[in-house]
């Protein structure tokens, strides 16, 4: 019966939903980079210079200068929640001497003399000046003239809402020994988000056939209000692999890929992902610059990740967005808007999801909400089943089920208890006689004894005797007698004895039982 019960409310519960199933079966959408831009961040490099000038010419003066010296700038995709992320080695890391640079600048303006501010040794018409300026240059003599301190920092610029104008610390972990190498990054200091940052997933490897569309994501400046991220499409080229790079070209030869990417990468998008069609998953970074632009492959950033000890993962966050994009970009807007909610929850600044949920809400219950028109469809077109007698249906047969159940429970227990003998009425009991002085032998019968009028001794520990069942229902039940009565003649005379019955079933009672050795009730007086 439970067998047939479970299978029975289970096929009430199936079809109850079997009509709701079809508006949660939706594909993930393809050719987005939805999945990624909200993990790309722009990221600054510099580097604090701090350098005192000795002037020896005159009197001894200490002249002090600090400078902020750009190292690199670029695009970085972060890979973990904790903030890991990925770009270019020349985005953090140069060839050129930031010390140069400081000493060619303070010559400049303490000793007013003409010399370039760059990154390349002077000399000077004056031997004197010349003199102290090339001691001012490293590497450090016991006799220079300039002491310089050089702090380098790395700022990270997340896409978020609104801009963060100061951004958070960074530290490198790994970089690699050409400028083309990638670098991985984590973050120092302050990151927004209690549950980590939107990460980007990275792809297995790199679509080998020739023409495979991808997309370019990155920024081109400080993230802003009025400076988004900037996506392009390019296509890949088939061969090349390390870090020379693949190379990009329009299979239609409508588009200079190679210079439209170039002039892309001289705008800020170095190192920034690039991005496969189909799963929108990163399978390199673009390098290049110029009239020429390339892709390092998604393999040596899998490698430089495993050196660094910095394992790619996704969050809850890119877990809650993904369910919407999935909502949002098949057209229910109607699921897409508390989906959105969801990830602002999680990550308050989220940009893309921001940007998403105003469209969702402005779409939700139009006529472009796949919701709004399936759900008109099936109770406007004729012949159309709608959802709610599957939905009594199924509750109807949960009913049923339930009902039968309990009826056969209840039945199958009331065979099972015998049902208790009721008392004679007072007035038709026959007279008690009295006790005999020497009473009759007992004649003693076999427990097994399956006459009709058979009985089932039992015997009992005194006084407790706990409830006995009959296998006979109705019959009574003999119990062992009080361990202190004898069959021996009672030397006392007779008295007259009171007869005690039980009061749940009315069987007669002994003068020492405490329990009826019928239904076990306490006995009463």
């Known amino acids: 019966m439970r067998r047939f019960g479970s299978a029975a409310v289970f096929g009430g519960l199936l079809l109850a939903v079997a009509g709701v199933a079809p508006a949660l079966a939706h594909e993930h959408p393809s050719g987005i980079t939805d999945l990624v831009t909200p993990a790309v961040a722009r990221i600054e490099t510099t580097a604090r210079v701090d350098i005192t000038l000795l002037d020896h010419i005159g009197e001894l003066v200490h002249v002090e200068r600090s400078y902020e010296v750009p190292i690199g700038s670029g695009t970085g995709t972060v890979i973990n929640p904790d903030g890991g992320m990925v770009t270019l080695t020349r985005v953090v890391k140069n060839d050129r001497d930031v010390r140069i640079y400081a000493a060619n600048k303070i010559f400049a303006e303490h000793h007013k003399v003409k010399v370039p501010a760059d990154f390349e040794r002077h000399k000077l018409k004056d031997d004197l000046l010349d003199h102290h300026l090339q001691e001012c240059y490293p590497p450090k003599q016991p006799t220079a003239t300039c002491i310089i301190d050089v702090t380098t920092e790395i700022r990270v610029f997340p896409n978020i809402t609104p801009a963060d104008e100061e951004g958070f610390k960074a530290e490198i972990v790994r970089v690699g020994d050409k400028p083309d190498s990638p670098a991985v990054l984590r973050p120092v200091g302050r990151a927004d988000g209690s549950a980590g940052l939107p990460t980007a997933p990275l792809a297995a490897e790199v679509p080998a056939k020739d023409g495979s569309p991808v997309a370019i994501a990155g920024f081109t400046g400080r993230p802003a209000a009025n400076l988004p991220e900037t996506v392009d499409i390019a296509h890949l080229r088939a061969g090349g692999a390390g870090e020379g790079g693949r190379q990009f070209k329009d299979p239609e030869n409508k588009v200079n890929e190679p210079e439209k990417l170039g002039a892309l990468v001289d705008r800020g998008l170095l190192g920034g992902p690039v991005i496969e069609d189909k799963k929108g998953e990163v399978v390199g970074l673009l390098l290049g610059g110029g009239k020429d632009a390339r892709m390092i492959g998604v393999r040596e950033v899998t490698k430089a990740l495993a050196e660094a000890d910095v394992a790619p993962a996704r969050g809850p966050i890119d877990a809650a967005f993904e369910q919407a994009l999935t909502r949002f970009h098949t057209h229910y807007y109607g699921d897409a808007v508390p989906a959105f909610q969801r990830v602002l929850d999680l990550y308050p600044g989220h940009t893309v999801a921001a940007a998403h949920l105003k469209t969702a809400q402005a779409k939700r219950g139009t006529a472009e909400d796949e919701g709004t028109k399936r759900a008109a469809a099936s109770t406007d077109a004729p012949g159309g089943a709608p959802l709610w007698p599957f939905l009594v249906g199924g509750g109807l047969l949960v009913l049923v089920v339930l009902a039968t159940a309990i009826l056969l429970w209840r039945r199958r227990l009331s ?54 069942s009959s296998t006979s229902p109705g019959q009574p039940v003999l119990v062992a007698r ?26 007669r009672l002994g003068p020492a039982h405490s329990f009826c050795g019928y239904c076990g009730q306490p006995a009463k007086t």
């Open 415 to 468: 065979d099972h208890e015998p049902a208790p003998e009721p008392s004679p009425p007072a007035d038709t009991l026959p007279p008690i006689p009295p006790p005999s002085v020497n009473p009759p032998p007992v004649q003693a019968r076999s427990v097994f004894d399956e006459q009709v009028d058979s009985t089932i001794v039992v015997g009992r520990s005194f006084p407790a005797l706990p409830k006995i």
């Open 482 to 507: 009080d361990p202190g009565s004898s069959t021996a003649p009672d030397p006392r005379p007779a008295e007259t004895t009171v007869q005690k019955y039980c009061t749940g079933c009315g069987m």
